[in-house]
């Protein structure tokens, strides 16, 4: 495993336990290779919420076990109702165990058979830990396939869409979720819909300029 990623994970046990971080004041910008920026804005295999033909986009790296990530989700619910014109692409990064990854690929999973937000926003607001059980549970509460979803979540296309969230990851020094990339921005921690929609209007201005 990588440095960032061990610096990642020692971030994240500390964020568990102390109170929500207020995120950078002043989000700082990142070297952004056109290949990083292919895998972040245009990768066909990421998930998309909102509108996918959106004038910005808005990436954020989860991980389901991410107490802070269960706190933007209705934040992000009321960003995308506030925004008709917001693209938001998921990266999913499980760096909290194997309930984390189980989640992960679950997800994923179902976004073949057509409702990755479904059990994205589920898992989200369920209470207690994401794992293999209670993952299951949710998948068949919002009806899904399970014995195809459980196929599909060892399909390749699962495997390289984590395995490239770690890569950008690395790349792009993320050290914990949730994570937002716009722009040539990296921005941790937790925000509310408010800030938000500040940095995609400061990214929309610029993309005018």
């Not at 921690?189 to 400061?202: N, R």
Request: proline share 6%.
């Amino acid at each position: 495993m990588r440095r960032t990623l061990f610096l990642a994970i020692a971030t994240l046990a500390v964020l568990a336990i102390v109170p929500a971080l207020k995120a950078i004041d002043d989000p700082f910008a990142r070297e952004i290779t056109a290949e990083m920026r292919a895998s972040l804005f245009e990768d066909p295999g990421a998930p998309v919420l909102g509108n996918p033909d959106g004038d910005v986009t808005l990436v954020e790296f989860t991980d389901y076990n991410c107490g802070f990530c269960r706190r933007s989700q209705p934040e992000i619910e009321k960003l995308l109702k506030a925004d008709p014109n917001l693209r938001l692409v998921i990266r999913e990064l499980p760096v909290f165990g194997e309930g984390s990854r189980f989640a992960a690929e679950a997800a994923l999973a179902a976004g073949m058979q057509g409702k990755y937000a479904e059990l994205h926003a589920g898992l989200m607001s369920m209470k207690g830990r994401a794992d293999q059980a209670s993952v299951l549970r949710e998948a068949r509460r919002l009806g899904l396939d399970v014995p195809r979803l459980q196929q599909d979540m060892s399909g390749p296309a699962v495997a390289d869409h984590i395995a490239e969230s770690l890569i950008l990851a690395d790349g792009l020094e993320i050290m914990g979720t949730p994570t937002w990339v716009i722009g040539e921005r990296v921005i941790f921690g937790f925000l509310p819909a408010s800030e938000l929609s500040e940095v995609i209007a400061e990214a929309r201005a610029s993309a005018t300029e």
